[in-house]
């Protein structure tokens, strides 16, 4: 790969009209307050993209709901309308799952249906806290998007950090905008950066996959739910600085071995492939370099918004009937069969080896999240064992791949992961997450 790198032209930052480098500057700051400043509103601290999410919802009232049920209209007729539903049987299966999740929306919308789909835990879960959530969150967040990763920012970050991110999770140093994204925005926004990066020839497949399946996490806000549920609250800060540690470790451990370590390292095809070029010296210099030459070649405000609005509309059409069928089977399946009670025997062998205290429900509560990354937190509230519901805690989080949102957001993108990469990944994941967290959750807590 390194064959196909080229020097950044030193000249290029004089090509600049004098007025240019203001939006570097500008731009950025804005894209970086909106996705990684917390800010207290009516006693809320969370990014201004998350009370900006918020404020429309309200604004919408119920009227949100049949926006939501729209995107789901428009996700399910768009691979038939556009023929992708004929590229592959994958994409076949989830046309058709499409319709499974039109059905259900409808269902829930107009509250007709079957008494079990309207559990708290099962519909409703699903309608009020995944789909309307994402459903806004990525075409809005697509917009200041534009301003994050459009004008020389991810450019600017990617050299200052490429002797961390290459070395250790074998990526580009602009990856680094992505894995914080994830972290303090969400997954969705991260799926939709890593997917328009990769699309411009920024990011080869593998390191997509990578970052899709490894820095593609969820939210502080959401650990935060995480940690009331299993009362840990007390130890909140540990628990978060744990499993940032234990995320990212596994991640760099993961990047090792197949499946992701097989995934081709090409670019896009049709893309004009734009690999990062190693830094040896000068590297200040060369960060502002980069980000000119980038700012350089950006289109104007107005084009690069619409353009990011407009594949975050794609995606979230895209994503929503998905998260409403795979993610209502999952759960389900979860609900009312023992299926995910064989799949923890997989684990009761590691379970049992780093004695974890009822080893044969830590091994559920750590396959139940392949369907939904809060179920594990579910199976193990309330528990006497604070090392059991510590471990439990940092596994919904480090796991990553889940059935109801995250596998359907991937599986949108032009990434070329496959449903068996993902599933093998989550179970590397997970039993690395129980090797990883307990030793040091015993050192922590005690037993």
């Excluded at 594949?311 to 009312?336: E, K, T």
Aim: proline share 7%; hydrophobic share 55%; charged share 10%.
């Amino acid at each position: 790969m390194g064959n196909t790198s080229t020097p950044v032209d030193t000249g290029t930052a004089t090509t600049l009209k004098p007025h240019a480098p203001w939006r570097f500057f500008v731009f950025s700051a804005i894209g970086i307050f909106m996705f990684f400043i917390p800010v207290t509103l009516g006693g809320t601290s969370t990014i201004p993209l998350d009370h900006l999410v918020t404020l429309v919802t309200r604004l919408l009232g119920e009227g949100v709901r049949y926006v939501a049920l729209a995107l789901i209209l428009a996700g399910t007729i768009y691979p038939f309308a556009t023929g992708r539903w004929r590229q592959s049987g994958l994409k076949t299966a989830f046309a058709f799952l499409n319709i499974l999740g039109l059905a259900t929306g409808t269902a829930l919308v107009f509250g007709v249906g079957p008494a079990w789909l309207f559990e708290p835990d099962l519909g409703p879960f699903l309608f009020d806290k995944l789909v309307i959530p994402v459903g806004l969150i990525v075409p809005i967040g697509a917009v200041f998007l534009a301003l994050l990763v459009g004008y020389g920012l991810m450019e600017y970050v990617g050299v200052l950090v490429q002797p961390v991110m290459r070395p250790v999770w074998k990526t580009p140093g602009r990856s680094a905008i992505d894995a914080v994204a994830s972290f303090v925005g969400s997954y969705s926004l991260g799926l939709l950066i890593t997917n328009r990066v990769y699309q411009a020839g920024r990011y080869t497949a593998r390191e997509a996959a990578i970052i899709a399946t490894g820095f593609s996490t969820v939210s502080v806000t959401f650990m935060l739910i995480v940690a009331k549920t299993l009362d840990l609250m007390h130890l909140w800060l540990p628990y978060f600085f744990l499993t940032f540690a234990v995320t990212f470790l596994v991640t760099a451990i993961s990047v090792r071995i197949p499946p992701l370590s097989r995934i081709k390292d090409d670019y896009h095809p049709g893309a004009e492939p734009q690999p990062e070029v190693p830094v040896t010296s000068r590297r200040m210099a060369t960060a502002w370099r980069e980000a000119m030459a980038m700012l350089h070649q950006a289109p104007g405000l107005g084009r690069n918004i619409w353009e990011n609005f407009r594949d975050g509309l794609l995606m979230a059409m895209a994503i929503l009937p998905s998260i409403l069928s795979v993610g209502l089977i999952g759960l389900v399946l979860a609900r009312f069969t023992p299926v995910f009670d064989w799949l923890g025997y997989l684990f009761v062998p590691i379970t049992w080896a780093l004695q974890l205290p009822d080893p044969l429900l830590a091994a559920k509560a750590s396959a139940v999240g392949i369907a939904e990354m809060f179920l594990p937190a579910t199976v193990v509230a309330g528990h006497e064992s604070e090392l059991l519901r510590l471990v439990i805690a940092v596994v919904c989080v480090s796991a990553i791949i889940f059935f109801s949102a995250l596998v359907p957001c991937i599986l949108a993108t032009e990434i070329p992961l496959k449903v068996w990469h993902l599933v093998v990944l989550w179970a590397q994941r997970v039993a690395l997450t129980l090797i990883i967290t307990t030793p040091i959750a015993y050192l922590m807590v005690g037993r």
